[in-house]
């Protein structure tokens, strides 16, 4: 049985830093592109970054380029999403999610994605 474990979220003021992970079992997540998403009250779903197998061709939601960085440890089978500058607008519920077979243009797409994490919520605020 295949499933996706995240853990890492948090309340955290404006300016902080959080780091998310996402740790994968019953299959080898080194063959899987990794999308990160987020889930704020009232909104969809919206993709914030995808990493392509051996941390190859990252693509990311313009809102978080330049604070956000993920990676991968295909060793411990976890994917690693590090959050930094950290904005209100930036709270929501995080979703790591698992492609064998990524179509770089729908990297953002929900339906792309075979697996998902349970999510962890983000709170962002003073």
């Known amino acids: 049985q295949v499933q996706f474990v995240e853990s890492g979220g948090g309340l955290v003021q404006p300016g902080s830093s959080l780091e998310l992970s996402c740790t994968a079992s019953?299959?080898?997540?080194?063959?899987?592109?990794i999308g990160w998403f987020r889930q704020a009250p009232g909104k969809e779903r919206e993709g914030v970054l995808c990493?392509?197998?051996?941390?190859?061709?990252?693509y990311y939601a313009d809102s978080v380029k330049g604070r956000f960085t993920s990676s991968r440890d295909d060793a411990k089978n976890t994917a690693y999403l590090q959050m930094n500058s950290l904005k209100p607008e930036d709270t929501g519920v995080y979703y790591c999610?698992?492609?064998?077979?990524?179509?770089?243009?729908?990297?953002?797409?929900?339906?792309?994605?075979?697996?998902w994490g349970q999510g962890t919520q983000v709170t962002v605020s003073s």
């Open positions: 990493t392509g197998t051996k941390n190859q061709n990252t």
């Open positions: 019953g299959l080898s997540l080194g063959y899987y592109a």
């Open positions: 999610a698992a492609t064998i077979a990524l179509r770089a243009k729908l990297w953002n797409r929900t339906s792309e994605y075979d697996y």
